[in-house]
């Protein structure tokens, strides 16, 4: 999916570009003694979700029909232990600095970033995606350097990590211990107990303050997508994990700020086969799939393009994708 979303797959990079699956798939993770204390703070900051059955899919008929948001069907979910908020810079530093690993972004050599955000020489935009102009391929682009390689985490340690691939997540997840989300968990968890609602605070995108001015509930596109972004909500790009206001569960940020990844493939399909079941247990998604599922929209969208960050809504990348929008966070195992 090429859109304000995140961009599909990976443009040439440098000559390490054909060796990216091999270094990859041979992760090794080390014992958890090894765990830094920024990881530790990480793992407290949890929400216990209870289990029940609730109503998945797009209850108003909003959705893109290629999105495959209906029909909505019962799913029962077991309870589960997860993260309050997205993985941060600093969280995803703590791994990178235990196990040395090299994200895809690293060993490709580049990555998308939005083009009103890049912080790169010129010498270092080396295109736009196809279709997406505003998508820019920026060398030296990657989680350390979210912005181009004049940028650098250290600068940001509490906004969500970007430029990670669905490899990457999972790498991050075998390290801490914990597996990323099935798509139903994370529809359940994000709805915070709130029955069909548009957003995890209801139904209208914005609230009221009490000096008469809109209040902004999360981080998307303010102004024309995408050359003006009038930054109404205070954020040109993401924002720090634990701004806005938590949902019902403790979650913060199910609307807006990043993309998330799933364990889940795509498959727009997949819910009718859902309804024909009767009520889904802990489904874990389609065993095929045109890429892996995305949950939550980003701070590019918006409703004169793309209105995903609403609960139900839903997109997909392929898994070596990654983009400045593009993030996670994760779910306790079952054991």
Same mark, same amino acid.
């Given at each position: 999916?090429?859109?304000?979303?995140?961009?599909?797959?990976?443009?040439?990079?440098?000559?390490?570009?054909?060796?990216?699956?091999?270094?990859?798939?041979?992760?090794?993770?080390?014992?958890?003694?090894?765990?830094?204390?920024?990881?530790?703070?990480?793992?407290?900051?949890?929400?216990?979700?209870? %289990?029940?059955?609730?109503?998945?899919?797009?209850?108003?008929?909003? =959705?893109?029909? /290629? *999105? $495959? +948001? !209906?029909?909505?069907?019962?799913?029962?979910?077991?309870?589960?232990?997860?993260?309050?908020?997205?993985?941060?810079?600093?969280?995803?530093?703590?791994?990178?600095?235990?196990?040395?690993?090299?994200?895809?972004?690293?060993?490709?050599?580049?990555?998308?970033?939005?083009?009103?955000?890049?912080?790169?020489?010129?010498?270092?935009?080396?295109?736009?995606?196809?279709?997406?102009?505003?998508?820019?391929?920026?060398?030296?682009?990657?989680?350390?350097?979210?912005?181009?390689?004049?940028?650098?985490?250290?600068?940001?340690?509490?906004?969500?990590?970007?430029?990670?691939?669905?490899?990457?997540?999972?790498?991050?997840?075998?390290?801490?211990?914990?597996?990323?989300?099935?798509?139903?968990?994370?529809?359940?968890?994000?709805?915070?107990?709130? %029955?069909?609602?548009?957003?995890?605070?209801?139904?209208?995108?914005? =609230?009221?303050? /009490? *000096? $008469? +001015? !809109?209040?902004?509930?999360?981080?998307?596109?303010?102004?024309?997508?995408?050359?003006?972004?009038?930054?109404?909500?205070?954020?040109?790009?993401?924002?720090?994990?634990?701004?806005?206001?938590?949902?019902?569960?403790?979650?913060?940020?199910?609307?807006?700020?990043?993309?998330?990844?799933?364990?889940?493939?795509?498959?727009?399909?997949?819910?009718?086969?859902?309804?024909?079941?009767?009520?889904?247990?802990?489904?874990?998604?389609?065993?095929?799939?045109?890429?892996?599922?995305?949950?939550?929209?980003?701070?590019?969208?918006?409703?004169?393009?793309?209105?995903?960050?609403?609960?139900?809504?839903?997109?997909?990348?392929?898994?070596?994708?990654?983009?400045?929008?593009?993030?996670?966070?994760?779910?306790?195992?079952?054991?």
């Amino acid at each position: 999916m090429s859109s304000c979303c995140s961009p599909e797959g990976r443009a040439p990079g440098h000559a390490e570009h054909s060796s990216a699956t091999n270094q990859v798939f041979s992760l090794s993770v080390p014992a958890k003694t090894g765990h830094s204390s920024s990881t530790d703070s990480f793992h407290a900051q949890q929400a216990n979700i209870p %289990a029940g059955t609730f109503a998945m899919g797009d209850p108003f008929d909003e =959705g893109y029909p /290629a *999105d $495959g +948001e !209906t029909p909505v069907h019962q799913v029962f979910v077991s309870d589960f232990e997860i993260d309050v908020t997205a993985v941060s810079n600093a969280a995803f530093a703590a791994f990178i600095a235990a196990t040395g690993y090299r994200t895809e972004s690293e060993i490709y050599g580049t990555s998308a970033v939005f083009h009103l955000a890049v912080q790169a020489d010129q010498a270092d935009i080396l295109g736009t995606a196809a279709g997406t102009p505003w998508w820019l391929n920026v060398r030296g682009a990657s989680w350390a350097h979210p912005a181009g390689p004049l940028s650098h985490w250290q600068d940001i340690p509490e906004h969500p990590v970007t430029q990670v691939s669905h490899t990457d997540a999972l790498a991050y997840c075998a390290w801490a211990g914990r597996v990323l989300p099935t798509e139903a968990q994370w529809e359940y968890a994000a709805r915070g107990g709130l %029955a069909q609602s548009r957003y995890p605070w209801g139904n209208e995108l914005h =609230g009221t303050g /009490a *000096d $008469g +001015e !809109t209040l902004h509930r999360c981080n998307i596109w303010q102004g024309t997508f995408p050359t003006e972004n009038t930054c109404d909500d205070g954020f040109l790009t993401t924002a720090p994990v634990a701004s806005f206001e938590p949902n019902g569960y403790g979650l913060l940020q199910t609307s807006g700020n990043v993309w998330e990844w799933c364990a889940d493939w795509f498959l727009p399909k997949y819910y009718k086969s859902c309804l024909a079941a009767g009520t889904v247990e802990d489904p874990a998604g389609p065993t095929i799939g045109r890429g892996r599922v995305m949950r939550g929209g980003s701070y590019l969208c918006h409703d004169s393009y793309c209105n995903r960050y609403r609960l139900a809504a839903r997109s997909s990348n392929s898994p070596e994708s990654a983009s400045g929008n593009l993030g996670f966070r994760t779910v306790a195992a079952q054991h």
